[in-house]
């Protein structure tokens, strides 16, 4: 039986590599599973069988974004990677991932926050310009990946050498490693951002990009309001 967990920073590719291995193995993949909601993939599935709380009794890859380990502390929030080493002996296998480009991950985030977190995007210069918001938040989120990789003893897998056009390092770091996935996971059609049909782009700007912003205090204002504050 082989369970894998994927443990993230926000934006580093980890939906796609958790579907490649799920793909691969032919077996079920739970997301979120420190902190489901209704109507994210496997939400269901994790609550009837409360597989964030118990050993899974069956094949399983499961990822974590440690934006779920976050912990108040008075007035502020903290992140903890308590629960993880807490079920670590779960898996077969642990894998860390994190990006390398802050500015690009946050790029990538503050779309997300706009737009959705699972449809394409097109890069709006408004929403790229207050992005660096993000980029102190993931220097904390990379901080604390690099503490459970310390403490696990394994490596960190970074996006931009995960999903590189040259195959070696998945080959070497997954399947040579005994963690089978799906290639077709990994290209250039998978990917957000900047990835609609040309003949669509008009109408996603109407839809989502002209109708409004959300400001460096993450409040939604209208466009004619960002505008004058231009």
Same mark, same amino acid.
């Given at each position: ?42 939400? %269901? ?8 709380? #118990? ?14 380990? @976050? ?26 991932? =994190?990006?390398?480009?802050?500015? %690009? ?7 997300? =926050? ?25 220097? =904390? ?5 690099? @503490? ?11 996006? #931009? ?21 799906? #290639? ?14 040309? %003949? %669509?782009?008009?109408?996603? *700007?109407? *839809? ?23």
């Amino acid at each position: 039986m082989k369970t894998i967990l994927i443990v993230h920073t926000p934006r580093s590719g980890a939906r796609s590599l958790l579907f490649a291995i799920s793909d691969a193995l032919k077996i079920p993949w739970w997301d979120n599973p420190f902190a489901p909601r209704p109507g994210q993939p496997g939400y %269901e599935q994790i609550k009837e069988r409360k597989v964030w709380l #118990e050993r899974p009794d069956q094949p399983v890859v499961m990822k974590t974004n440690i934006i779920e380990h @976050l912990k108040p502390h008075g007035k502020v929030h903290y992140f903890t990677i308590d629960n993880i080493m807490n079920i670590k002996d779960w898996f077969d296998h642990i894998l860390i991932l =994190d990006r390398r480009e802050k500015g %690009e991950q946050a790029i990538s985030l503050e779309h997300g =926050d706009h737009f959705g977190w699972k449809l394409p995007y097109m890069t709006d210069p408004h929403l790229q310009k207050i992005s660096q918001r993000w980029v102190r938040y993931l220097k =904390d989120a990379s901080s604390t990946i690099e @503490l459970l990789a310390g403490k696990l003893g394994v490596s960190i897998h970074y996006y #931009e050498d995960l999903y590189s056009e040259d195959k070696t390092y998945r080959k070497q770091n997954l399947g040579q490693k005994g963690i089978p996935y799906n #290639e077709e996971w990994f290209g250039k059609d998978r990917r957000y951002r900047d990835n609609i049909p040309i %003949e %669509e782009v008009e109408e996603f *700007k109407q *839809k989502n990009v002209i109708q409004g912003h959300y400001d460096e205090h993450g409040q939604f204002i209208t466009k004619e309001e960002w505008d004058k504050q231009k």
